[in-house]
């Protein structure tokens, strides 16, 4: 199966490890999976974000320790949609917060005459405090890349 998901993964958390390995779970040993990692012409907060190769490091050494590397295209996206609407895939991997994104691909897909992807949600992983680790919430220093909370001086 051909899967794709994509965001910015920076930092690389808990929750996008898990929206990883349930891309390549779906992908099956056989199958592929194309990880779109934002551009940083689509990074709007200039200035908080690493380069595009700082931020795909990390994803690629995740994915050697899975031993799922040689399955994977790691390519800048340069907007939402990325090769969504005119590539062959069949199944994309999203958040929540994503989902809206994936059904719009999945609209515009239809209009073009292109099969709808299965579109797959991971629930959010939770932080200690109950609440989803987010990016956001590392870099504000609440908590930690596995959603421990930081203790604040």
Do not use: W
Request: aromatic residues 6%.
């Amino acid at each position: 199966m051909k899967v794709c998901l994509g965001g910015t993964f920076y930092p690389l958390h808990k929750g996008h490890k898990e929206l990883l390995r349930k891309a390549f779970q779906v992908a099956g040993l056989k199958g592929s999976v194309f990880i779109g990692l934002t551009s940083p012409a689509m990074i709007k907060k200039k200035g908080d974000f690493a380069s595009f190769e700082k931020r795909k490091h990390p994803i690629v050494q995740f994915l050697t320790e899975e031993n799922v590397l040689q399955q994977a295209t790691i390519q800048p996206l340069i907007n939402k949609f990325g090769p969504t609407l005119e590539g062959d895939f069949d199944a994309i991997v999203v958040s929540p917060e994503t989902e809206p994104t994936a059904q719009e691909i999945n609209q515009k897909r239809m209009h073009l005459g292109k099969t709808a992807l299965q579109i797959i949600v991971i629930p959010y992983v939770l932080s200690e405090d109950g609440a989803p680790i987010s990016s956001s919430r590392i870099r504000r220093k609440e908590i930690d890349e596995n959603g421990s909370m930081i203790k604040q001086d």
